[in-house]
């Protein structure tokens, strides 16, 4: 089982609609955890972080994080085609100063 | 403000060669990571630098090294290149230890002939 667990999509969506990202993690100590988006050829850019179980809100982005079933995930709204990306999904793990990555999934929103 | 400074952009090396990256952090951050992206999967973890003190290591073998200069800055070194370590390879910086998210360079692009 890998550690964090992404679908790599393609997930495509209608601008203007929902964006649903989903990501799984093994490691049950895991405490902090975060969502980067990144264009093609370039690096990843930080969408947001969160801590605490429950929901995060930062403009058009909702982070949720849910510890007892290990998953995190991240939703768009208004979806713009500006936001066709890889998104991924980082877990900062437990007792440790390393981000362990999923493989990303691939976002386009179609215009 | 200037952010995490990366050089350089691309190299190319033959295999055996060795290499040497550098990475500036941000103005005042006192973290360093060095993460190995290869095409179409997520950054790999290799090392992390804090207050010049190395904090972790991943999975790499020891032909990887790194440090982290008084001024924060870094070099990560690669010797005796395979055809395997062409990649993406990536510095990030934080004021901690990461808890609050890394900012990523651009990153260099390695590619071993």
New interface residues.
Partial sequence: QKE?EQNSGPLSVPEGAIASLNCTYSDRGSQ?F?W?RQYSG?????IM?IYSNGDKEDGRFTAQLNKASQYVSLLIRDSQPSDSATY?C?V?TSG?????????TRLKVLA | DAGVTQSPTHLIKTRGQQVTLRCSPISGHK?V?W?QQVL??????IF?Y?EKEE??R?NFPDRFSARQFPNYSSELNVNALLLGDSA?Y?CASSFG???????????TRLTVV
């Fill in positions: 964090v902090s975060f980067y370039k690096s990843p850019e930080l972080f991924l980082a900062l440790t100063y390393k981000y362990i990555f999923g493989t990303g | 973290s990571s993460y179409g999967q997520g950054p790999q973890f992390q804090y904090r972790g991943g993406l990536l230890t990461g808890g609050d998210g890394y900012t990523f360079g651009s990153g």
